[in-house]
């Protein structure tokens, strides 16, 4: 029987386009609209990273997840649901009305700030980051920190695609990082 993971993986590979030389030159972009507009692709890769947030026995464990900027508002928010879990999002600095933690972080072709509603996460709560891509980390350390700030727990971290020669899961010791697809 093919797994759900199975299932992400191949839409994975046949939806998602490389595009050479963007945003700068020597970067290629792994672009994911393809795998949005394909309706079978995006619901399976959904449902397998749903999976971090839930136990062996198939219990959710988290009480939000976090999306980080941008791609992660669009996979995070439909795995909040898939979860029964609140949405929270990770915006770049200025983005948010609100008051906000902030934290400033390296990523592998420039620097950013983060921010995230001081009252998006409360103490206790247990929460799954997620995102497209982990490169070198950065997004997912920074993340971690405001959602620490806030007195939450990082479950895990989920993505669609790991770099693994750039080893961001160093960035987050002792965090689960679950990956549909390491490149």
Known sequence: ???VRDVAREALERLVVDVVDFPEPG???KDITPLLADHTG?????????????DAAGNVVVDK???MEARGFILGAPVALALGAGFVPVRKAGKLPRET???SYSLEYGEATLELHRD????GDRVLLVDDVLATGGTAEATRRLVEECGGTCHGVTVLMELGFLAGRDR???LDVSTLMTL
């Open 42 to 54: 995006f619901t399976s890769v959904i449902e397998a990273l749903a999976e971090a947030g839930r």
């Open 27 to 29: 970067v290629v972009f």
């Open 120 to 123: 998006a996460v409360r103490p």
């Open 65 to 67: 997840v976090v999306g």
């Open 1 to 3: 029987m093919t797994s």
């Open 101 to 103: 933690h902030a934290a």
């Open 172 to 174: 987050v010791p002792g």
